[in-house]
């Protein structure tokens, strides 16, 4: 095999994509020209590793397969980041958005998360816009400077894009992580934030979402198998703990999120990462072991 190449399996396992998937981008979309080893089989280099990447953040970001096959197609270099001069310029939508959110305007606010879906990498979008524009409206909300009405609609309408983005995210053959929060937990914005991240770095995730029973968690995991459980808490919930280490006689699992504490993954036996959601989806990627 020649120097740099890789065959078709581990283009697959690098990226989280099926090999069969991988093969219809090329046969469809034209999106690969392998070389072809002495035996006949494709050779991929790190180039076609970059445009399958790429080709998955353009999906990730709500587009068709062809759509997206066209835009890799057409750049030069895929994209992957937003350019540092790109920032004056993302400052309008970011601000158009927030104005969109607090007056209930539902079409100018998908206005202008397209623009800036267009415009960053999944993780810029999260980081820069999605994540500080959320606490933001949160903490206006404590201050009463913003109503309920206008959190709740912000936050809906929020993570209604941000589920469209994870369309698929169960799909591949990549690690495979159970996310959920516990019964009593109604919020669940920052757990679709690490799926996101997760299926990223090629993961694929099973989401149950907000306010999942233990016992429910805990049957999922057995059909699924995943590696990791991942249970998000916003506030300190009283979990049933023979429940959860029912729940960790199989797979690793994780507590993270603002109500979850080292000492409370002691009492439990589990495992406590103390970070937002975009740290913890690179913690669990970078095969880093958790606290006990």
Same mark, same amino acid.
């Given at each position: 095999?020649?120097?740099?190449?890789?065959?078709?399996?581990?283009?697959?396992?690098?990226? $989280?994509?099926?090999?069969? /998937?991988? +093969?219809? *981008?090329? #046969?469809?979309? !034209?999106?690969?020209?392998?070389?072809?080893? &002495?035996?006949?089989?494709?050779?991929?280099?790190?180039?076609?590793?970059?445009?399958?990447?790429?080709?998955?953040?353009?999906?990730?970001?709500?587009?068709?397969?062809?759509?997206?096959?066209?835009?890799?197609?057409?750049?030069?270099?895929?994209?992957?980041?937003?350019?540092?001069?790109?920032?004056?310029?993302?400052?309008?939508?970011?601000?158009?958005?927030?104005?969109?959110?607090?007056?209930?305007?539902?079409?100018?606010?998908?206005?202008?998360?397209?623009?800036?879906?267009?415009?960053?990498?999944?993780?810029?979008?999260?980081?820069?816009?999605?994540?500080?524009?959320?606490?933001?409206?949160?903490?206006?909300?404590?201050?009463?400077?913003?109503?309920?009405?206008?959190?709740?609609?912000?936050?809906?309408?929020?993570? $209604?894009?941000?589920?469209? /983005?994870? +369309?698929? *995210?169960? #799909?591949?053959? !990549?690690?495979?992580?159970?996310?959920?929060? &516990?019964?009593?937990?109604?919020?669940?914005?920052?757990?679709?934030?690490?799926?996101?991240?997760?299926?990223?770095?090629?993961?694929?995730?099973?989401?149950?979402?907000?306010?999942?029973?233990?016992?429910?968690?805990?049957?999922?995991?057995?059909?699924?198998?995943?590696?990791?459980?991942?249970?998000?808490?916003?506030?300190?919930?009283?979990?049933?703990?023979?429940?959860?280490?029912?729940?960790?006689?199989?797979?690793?699992?994780?507590?993270?999120?603002?109500?979850?504490?080292?000492?409370?993954?002691?009492?439990?036996?589990?495992?406590?990462?103390?970070?937002?959601?975009?740290?913890?989806?690179?913690?669990?990627?970078?095969?880093?072991?958790?606290?006990?």
């Amino acid at each position: 095999m020649s120097a740099g190449y890789i065959r078709i399996g581990e283009l697959s396992r690098r990226t $989280g994509v099926s090999p069969e /998937l991988l +093969r219809a *981008w090329e #046969r469809r979309y !034209g999106l690969f020209e392998p070389d072809r080893s &002495p035996g006949r089989f494709r050779l991929y280099s790190d180039a076609d590793v970059a445009t399958v990447e790429a080709m998955r953040t353009q999906i990730g970001h709500g587009l068709s397969a062809a759509e997206a096959a066209r835009r890799v197609l057409a750049s030069a270099a895929p994209p992957h980041a937003a350019r540092a001069d790109d920032t004056p310029a993302l400052e309008q939508p970011t601000r158009a958005l927030r104005d969109a959110l607090i007056d209930f305007d539902e079409a100018a606010a998908h206005t202008a998360l397209d623009q800036l879906i267009a415009s960053l990498s999944l993780e810029a979008l999260l980081r820069t816009v999605i994540l500080p524009l959320l606490q933001e409206i949160g903490e206006g909300w404590e201050r009463g400077e913003i109503t309920i009405a206008q959190e709740h609609f912000a936050s809906n309408l929020i993570r $209604g894009r941000l589920m469209a /983005l994870g +369309r698929g *995210w169960g #799909r591949g053959s !990549g690690r495979h992580a159970l996310l959920a929060a &516990p019964p009593g937990e109604q919020h669940d914005l920052g757990l679709v934030v690490l799926a996101l991240m997760l299926r990223d770095y090629g993961w694929r995730v099973t989401f149950l979402g907000a306010d999942a029973p233990i016992s429910t968690i805990t049957d999922t995991a057995r059909r699924v198998a995943p590696e990791v459980v991942v249970l998000a808490l916003l506030k300190p919930l009283d979990l049933e703990q023979d429940e959860v280490r029912e729940l960790a006689r199989g797979p690793r699992v994780m507590i993270s999120g603002a109500g979850a504490s080292a000492q409370l993954a002691d009492a439990l036996g589990i495992e406590h990462f103390d970070g937002g959601p975009i740290e913890a989806a690179r913690h669990l990627a970078n095969g880093a072991p958790g606290r006990r």
